[in-house]
């Protein structure tokens, strides 16, 4: 039996968020530059994105940049934007076989010209993709997600558009990056690190968090497996106990 064999699909998590961390410390460790880790990093993605489309899994969110990862050298900045443009174009391709929907979440407008345009192009192309919504986090923190929420909605206030007290968590969730997701079920952060680093605060409130020390570009389906297979092994309890989930 293999480990795919062993995963109930009928409880697949249908929201699986992944920061994608480690690249820098696998090139180093094979005396590489840290542009050759994003490089094979790249590879990873498109097996993780293909797995999970096959699995199906309707939504896969990944960390590519956060707000913080703009005070990295310019060098390395660069290199991740190039990065991004040709690996959009390059898979434009496996977005189509696959029929995946690409989204972006993060403040766009910081990113450079060649890249938004690039993303925006590659959305319009995407967006009557049905099987899968593929989310990019670029240029993405989640204390700047929910600022930019809480001055839209004061302004609604201070309008008299709505008052304070219909401020409500569906209406919070209404101004975020991700209004059109469903909240993370599954977190997996590779490289060994276990924190959040700004990623998703609000979405994964009941998300299951899973750690796993393999370097993101090593990580491949097996290890998604693994991590699928050990978020089906918990009880998800929301609060109740048990025994109210198991009369
Ligand atoms: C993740 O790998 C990729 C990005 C943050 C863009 P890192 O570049 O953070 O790799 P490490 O953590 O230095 O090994
Ligand atoms: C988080 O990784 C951001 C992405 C994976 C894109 P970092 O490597 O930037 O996180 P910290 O700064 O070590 O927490
Ligand atoms: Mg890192």
């Not at 670029?138 to 201070?158: A, M, P, W």
């Not at 997701?181 to 977190?187: E, F, I, R």
């Not at 997996?188 to 968090?209: H, K, P, V």
């Amino acid at each position: 039996m293999t480990l795919e064999d062993k995963i109930d699909k009928s409880r697949l998590p249908q929201h699986l968020a992944v920061i994608m961390d480690g690249n820098g410390r696998w090139a180093k460790k094979k005396g590489l530059f840290r542009s050759m880790g994003h490089e094979k990093g790249t590879k990873a993605v498109r097996e993780i994105v293909e797995t999970c489309a096959e699995l199906p899994i309707p939504y896969l969110t990944l960390y590519a940049f956060s707000t913080e990862n703009w005070n990295r050298p310019k060098l390395e900045v660069d290199t991740l934007m190039k990065l991004l443009v040709s690996s959009l174009k390059k898979e434009i391709s496996t977005l189509m076989d696959n029929n995946i929907r690409l989204n972006a979440i993060g403040s766009l407008d910081s990113l450079p010209k060649k890249v938004h345009n690039e993303l925006i192009d590659v959305m319009e192309l995407t967006k009557s993709n049905t099987r899968m919504t593929l989310t990019l986090a670029l240029s993405y923190g989640s204390r700047e997600e929910i600022t930019k929420t809480i001055k839209e909605i004061s302004l609604k206030v201070k309008n008299n558009l709505i008052s304070p007290s219909d401020i409500d968590e569906s209406m919070i969730n209404n101004h975020l990056y991700t209004h059109d997701l469903p909240d993370v079920d599954l977190l997996i952060r590779t490289s060994g690190e276990q924190r959040i680093s700004n990623f998703l605060l609000w979405q994964i409130a009941y998300a299951e968090l899973y750690f796993t020390e393999t370097l993101w570009p090593d990580f491949r389906k097996e290890h998604l497996f693994d991590a699928i297979l050990n978020y089906q092994n918990r009880e998800r309890r929301f609060g109740k106990t048990s025994e109210q989930l198991n009369p």
